[in-house]
């Protein structure tokens, strides 16, 4: 095929191929055990299949109102009225999204502009900082402080000059599995009062917390919530990753602005999926229990490694576990993973491609969103190692 012969500048000169991509690929071309992106490897439930089984054959099969299916958005307003006690409303407050990450990108695109400077804190998950520098945008990179990654709020309240338009936050949080607190909060809440910054919130692991802890959302505090666009993910409370379906909320003014772009970028979601949640959503039951259902699979997972040589960090959070190899190897990070496919035939993601500058701290995450005969098969490796 022909190539473009003209002068070609790239919106992203340091984007290469999304690690998540890079690493999956790696492991099924060696067969390996593939722990590394995170999706669940057993099957969702069937009630919901039936569900959208049901209104595939009955015609729901055309373009969604643009915002989303009523009933789906309305399912949403209860459940976090039920969850936050917090009040959306469902028509002017509540967009349905084709997956998180589109949620991610449309909010930042639809108010970052050139110049302007956005806060993520690192380790980040790998599409923050690529969507501000697609719109021209600034990113500030604030790393969060080892070993329980918190935010450092003094680094933040210098970071913040007048050129600040967006703070990205993100708990449960990607890759290491740490939670904001009431604290983190109400810090946040007082360093934005009386400012033109946004608030863009990534809470897709919401239902997903363990040891009985609580997830504090951006939602919670009238100041926050007045400035805060939240991004949710049915893919990560269903186990259905590929239907690539989520939410977010916002005011209705930021919610007008957030649609102005999101009406061009994917118009509608999927029509009988939406349907379906909608449905799934109405009982509490079918996502109260994920935290306890997934705490035990990380316990299981945790407790096979009892004797390695690998060292767990304490995850509270997500479906992800971060390991620490330092005492068997000093081989960089993406090295040594590369290391696992090709020497033991088991996938996992390095943590530095989280950082812009590829800080190396011989992390590894892993996906414990599998069956216990997966699980089983990745504890036999890595305690032989």
Not at 41 to 53: G, W
Not at 289 to 301: I, T, V, W
Request: proline share 5%; glycine share 6%; aromatic share 12%.
């Amino acid at each position: 095929m022909p190539h473009f012969n003209g002068h070609l500048q790239s919106k992203l000169t340091q984007t290469g191929t999304s690690i998540f991509a890079v690493m999956s690929k790696l492991a099924q071309e060696h067969q390996a055990v593939n722990l590394s992106q995170g999706f669940p490897d057993f099957p969702i439930d069937e009630r919901l299949i039936d569900r959208v089984t049901h209104y595939m054959k009955n015609g729901y099969n055309q373009y969604a109102p643009m915002p989303g299916v009523p009933a789906l958005r309305q399912a949403i307003a209860s459940k976090v009225k039920l969850s936050y006690g917090i009040d959306y409303d469902w028509q002017d407050e509540i967009n349905i999204t084709a997956g998180a990450t589109q949620a991610l990108n449309t909010a930042i695109s639809a108010f970052v502009k050139e110049s302007d400077e956005v806060i993520i804190f690192e380790p980040a998950y790998d599409s923050y900082a690529p969507s501000v520098r697609a719109c021209g945008g600034l990113v500030k990179h604030i790393a969060l402080k080892a070993p329980d990654f918190r935010i450092d709020w003094e680094e933040v309240t210098r970071s913040i000059s007048s050129s600040t338009r967006m703070i990205i936050i993100n708990s449960p949080h990607n890759p290491s599995g740490s939670l904001i607190d009431g604290y983190d909060l109400h810090r946040l809440d007082t360093l934005t009062r009386d400012s033109d910054i946004i608030v863009l919130s990534d809470e897709v692991y919401e239902h997903i917390i363990f040891n009985g802890k609580k997830h504090y959302s951006a939602c919670e505090l009238p100041g926050l919530l007045s400035r805060s666009l939240v991004v949710g993910s049915f893919g990560k409370t269903f186990h259905a990753t590929g239907w690539k379906t989520g939410f977010v909320m916002a005011p209705a003014n930021l919610m007008a602005e957030y649609r102005k772009l999101h009406q061009f970028v994917v118009f509608a979601s999927n029509t009988p999926i939406q349907y379906a949640i909608a449905d799934f959503l109405g009982d509490p039951a079918n996502y109260e229990k994920l935290g306890a259902f997934y705490q035990q699979k990380r316990d299981y997972f945790v407790q096979g490694l009892t004797g390695s040589r690998f060292d767990v960090v304490p995850c509270f959070g997500t479906y992800f576990q971060l390991l620490n190899y330092s005492r068997i190897s000093q081989m960089p990070e993406m090295e040594f993973a590369e290391w696992l496919v090709k020497e033991h035939k088991i996938a996992a993601v390095p943590v530095s491609p989280f950082y812009h500058n590829k800080f190396n701290q011989h992390l590894l995450r892993f996906c414990f969103a599998k069956t216990e005969k997966t699980l089983d098969k990745a504890i036999e490796i890595l305690c032989k190692i």
